[in-house]
C-alpha cells in the first residue's frame, strides 16, 4: 500500500511453503536411514537438534552438547535425533560432546521429505535454522530457537517459538521446562503458526481467479493470528 498497490489489489495467502509440507508429512511414511528406522517414536521423547550458523562455532555450540548430554542423562524417555552438518568444524566438537551416547542419535543431514516427517515425530525441536522456525509450529512441534537474535520475529511474537541463546543453563533449563511443564508445552505447541495454515494454494488460485473475472468471490484472508 505505501507503493500505491490498491489494497482490493493485495490478497494475504500465508507461505506456500506450509502447504508443501502438509503433502510432505504422512503417518505411514518409512524412513530409509536405518537408525531412524529402529527409534521408538511412540515409546520416547525426541528432540530434534540442528546447528550450522557460523556465529555458533566453537564454544557455543559446545554449551549447547553439553546442555544436550545433561538432559539425555536426566530424563529416561528422551532420546536425541540429531542430522549433523557436514561442516568440520561443527563435527568435531558434536563427537567430542555427543558422540558414543547411546541415547544421541548422530545421522547424516536428511533430505526434506525425510526431515519434514522427522520433525512430525519429534516431540520438541532445538535449531539455530531460520526454515525450521516456519515449518515446525505447523506440525505443533515448539521450537527453541538457539541465537539471540530472528529474522522471523513474527514467530517469537505468536509465541511458537522461543530465543534462548546458547548458554548451556540457559539451554537446559528452556527444554527441561517443555519437558515437565505440560502447560507451557501445550502454549507454544498450540500456538497458531503466523506464516501459513496449508491453504495459501487455494487462495492463490481464488485470487487469480478473482483478478481475472473468472471467479465472482475474493480469496478468504489469512490472518496468522
Same mark, same amino acid.
Given at each position: ?6 489494497? =482490493? ?8 511453503? $506450509?502447504?508443501?509440507? @502438509? @503433502?510432505?508429512?504422512? !503417518? ?18 525426541? $528432540?530434534?537438534?540442528?546447528? &550450522?550458523?557460523? =556465529?555458533?562455532?566453537? /564454544?557455543?555450540?559446545? @554449551? ?20 549433523? @552438518? ?5 563435527? !568435531?566438537?558434536?563427537? /567430542?560432546?555427543?558422540?558414543?551416547? *547411546?541415547?544421541? &542419535? ?6 526434506? /521429505? ?5 520433525? &512430525?515425530?519429534?516431540?520438541? $525441536? ?7 522456525? !516456519? ?19 513474527? *514467530? ?27 502447560? /507451557? ?14 491453504? *495459501?494454494?487455494?487462495?492463490? $488460485?481464488?485470487?487469480?481467479?478473482? &483478478?481475472?473475472?473468472?471467479? !465472482? ?9
Amino acid at each position: 500500500m505505501a507503493e500505491s498497490v490498491p489494497a =482490493e489489489q493485495i490478497f494475504v495467502t500465508g507461505n506456500t511453503v $506450509i502447504d508443501a509440507l @502438509h @503433502h510432505t508429512v504422512r !503417518e505411514d511414511f518409512q524412513f530409509e536411514n536405518e537408525m531412524l528406522q529402529k527409534i521408538d517414536f511412540k515409546g520416547k521423547r525426541i $528432540i530434534l537438534v540442528t546447528t &550450522h550458523r557460523r =556465529e555458533n562455532l566453537g /564454544e557455543p555450540m559446545r @554449551h549447547v552438547y553439553k546442555a544436550l548430554r545433561q538432559l539425555v542423562e536426566e530424563f529416561d524417555d528422551v532420546e536425541i535425533v540429531f542430522p549433523v @552438518h557436514k561442516n568440520p568444524k561443527v563435527r !568435531e566438537v558434536v563427537n /567430542e560432546e555427543l558422540g558414543g551416547l *547411546a541415547k544421541v &542419535h548422530l545421522i547424516d543431514p536428511l533430505d526434506y /521429505e525425510p526431515f519434514a516427517n522427522l520433525m &512430525h515425530r519429534a516431540y520438541l $525441536i532445538l535449531t539455530d535454522s531460520g526454515g525450521v522456525q !516456519e515449518e515446525a509450529p505447523a506440525l505443533g512441534k515448539p521450537v527453541l530457537v538457539l541465537r539471540d537474535t530472528t529474522e522471523r520475529p513474527e *514467530a517469537v511474537e505468536a509465541g511458537t517459538v522461543k530465543l534462548i541463546g546458547t548458554d548451556r543453563e540457559r539451554v537446559y533449563a528452556e527444554a527441561k521446562a517443555l519437558l515437565t511443564n505440560k502447560e /507451557e508445552y501445550g502454549r507454544m505447541a498450540e500456538s497458531v503458526n503466523p506464516y501459513g495454515d496449508g491453504k *495459501a494454494s487455494a487462495r492463490i $488460485i481464488q485470487a487469480i481467479l478473482y &483478478h481475472y473475472g473468472l471467479a !465472482e468471490d475474493r480469496p478468504g484472508v489469512f490472518m496468522g493470528k
